[in-house]
């Protein structure tokens, strides 16, 4: 098994909502072929408690957001797969520091 995962943010300024959202597949590996087994998306909200601006926003959020928000996703398919009887899928927990880049570039400012 293969897994995709990747993280999106929207900030909005005005009212300093922060949107992550994760994009997840799970592919069953077979002869070379990939075919989704397990797709979901998830989404996470924070607020900052002071307006700051886009570009403010600090180098460390990027990679707490992600750590806060993943165990609700590995949660969620557990759960999903287990209730579907579709056999137990546990993905594993994984070091996502390395996402930072790919999350700050997928962030944009809204409104």
Not at 21 to 42: D, K, M, N
Not at 74 to 91: K, P
């Amino acid at each position: 098994m293969a897994i995709s995962l990747i993280p999106y943010g929207e900030y909005a300024e005005s009212s300093a909502d922060f949107k992550l959202r994760f994009e997840f597949v799970a592919y069953q590996e077979a002869v070379g072929i990939e075919s989704p087994l397990i797709a979901s998306e998830i989404q996470a909200n924070f607020k900052f408690s002071d307006g700051i601006l886009f570009s403010d926003i600090p180098d460390y959020f990027y990679r707490n957001a992600i750590a806060i928000a993943y165990p609700y996703l590995r949660s969620f398919i557990s759960t999903l797969t287990l209730q579907a009887n579709a056999g137990l899928l546990v993905i594993p927990v994984m070091n996502l520091t390395n996402m930072e880049g790919v999350f700050r570039q997928n962030s944009k400012k809204i409104e």
